[in-house]
């Protein structure tokens, strides 16, 4: 049996041996670039952070009204066609109504900011049910719209909204698919398009002749308005025979009823010098 101090002794030369051979207990110490991201706020859909105040983003949605937004052509947002669900601004489905050649309702209901924008960012997310179509345009003057059939129908550029899996309007090409400038010009090969039921991350530049569509952190389309390639496009596209279309101007961002169930939220501008 040891003695006492023989036993203190021990455990003393152990703690030293311990100590130099550098093991000890897990730190819980959070590293300085961690604290740094931890206390970055968890920014969720329609709130802007301070840095997107700071660059001058604004909310086109708040998440709970149609402040700032009205139907085409009318006074207010048409009952029946849009509602407000959990958080996101959402297209009823229409049903069986009669439909345009393009497959709009002719008796349709798109809704459109109250302003208009000229050179701008537009920052949305959107979601579609299993074989819907929808759009958001812009450059959009309402009353060019209001004087062409359907009625309460944007004419504009489009960003197109679909699920190309389902809806028959993806065989017609890829000008027609998610992202596309619609009728105009088809995505790069590069798109990245998420589930149905899942939202998407979407991005118009519109600055000066020259445009930009981004989906889900890739720049699908680029364009100019005053280049030869766009000439031809525009030459074979639906809109050419439509007077003034394609006119530069200060005007409305629309959301599209085209008569399915879609969902845009986080809907965000900013203009540019």
């Not at 065989?171 to 619609?182: F, K, Q």
């Not at 952190?217 to 050419?240: N, P, T, W």
Request: glycine letters at 10%.
């Amino acid at each position: 049996m040891l003695r006492p101090a023989a036993g203190l002794l021990i455990l003393a030369l152990a703690l030293v041996a311990l100590a130099c051979s550098g093991t000890s207990e897990p730190s819980t110490e959070v590293a300085p670039a961690e604290a740094s991201a931890a206390t970055i706020p968890d920014v969720g859909p329609n709130t802007l952070s301070a840095d997107e105040v700071a660059e001058g983003w604004t909310l086109l949605f708040d998440g709970q009204t149609f402040d700032g937004w009205r139907g085409l052509g009318r006074e207010e947002v048409p009952a029946g066609h849009w509602t407000i669900e959990d958080g996101a601004i959402k297209k009823i489905d229409s049903g069986v109504v009669p439909l345009a050649p393009d497959g709009q309702p002719l008796e349709g209901g798109d809704i459109m900011t109250v302003e208009t924008y000229d050179d701008f960012e537009l920052r949305f997310q959107w979601k579609v049910a299993p074989g819907a179509n929808s759009g958001i345009k812009y450059n959009v003057s309402e009353a060019m719209s209001i004087e062409t059939p359907p009625a309460h129908a944007a004419l504009g550029f489009e960003f197109q909204v679909l699920d190309d899996d389902l809806h028959p309007d993806a065989l017609n090409g890829p000008n027609r698919t998610a992202g596309a400038l619609y009728d105009l010009l088809g995505p790069t090969d590069q798109k990245l398009l998420r589930s149905v039921g899942e939202f998407n991350d979407s991005r118009i530049v519109f600055d000066g002749p020259r445009g930009e569509h981004w989906l889900n952190g890739v720049k699908v389309v680029e364009f100019d308005l005053e280049s030869a390639d766009f000439a031809a496009h525009y030459a074979a596209s639906k809109y050419d025979p439509i007077p003034g279309f394609a006119d530069r101007r200060a005007g409305h961002i629309v959301l599209q009823d085209h008569g399915n169930d879609v969902w845009f939220r986080d809907i965000k501008m900013r203009t540019l010098p």
